[in-house]
């Protein structure tokens, strides 16, 4: 129900949009989030953007880099990634639920930015 995308391989320095498309799910009331997990380590939390007012939050290690919005008429959520780090590389998923729950998850984008 949701679909990740917009994966790729940049060069540090460089940007990415990641797309979660919502199809059989009506997001308008659910807050979206995105997180990120390197193979052998704990899934990070990335950005959430609230379904009342669309408050966005950011982990630290994103803050000022990436921008979190959300097209509730296309049911999609964005994700745009600028002045990427090779630390950013890592499988990126997309979360949905009301409030903190995280009900619907996506498959997952691989998001490689080489230095």
């Known amino acids: 129900q949701l679909q990740a995308s917009g994966g790729g391989s940049v060069q540090d320095g460089g940007s990415l949009r990641l797309s979660c498309a919502a199809s059989g799910l009506v997001i308008d009331d659910f807050a979206i989030a995105w997180f990120r997990q390197v193979p052998g380590k704990e899934r990070e939390g990335v950005s959430v953007i609230r379904s009342i007012d669309s408050t966005a939050y950011y982990g630290d290690s994103v803050k000022g880099r990436f921008t979190i919005s959300r097209d509730n008429a296309k049911r999609t959520v964005y994700l745009q990634m600028n002045s990427l780090k090779p630390e950013d590389t890592a499988v990126y998923y997309c979360?949905?639920?009301?409030?903190?729950?995280?009900?619907?998850w996506g498959q997952g984008t691989l998001v490689t930015v080489s230095s």
């Open positions: 979360a949905a639920g009301r409030a903190a729950r995280r009900d619907y």
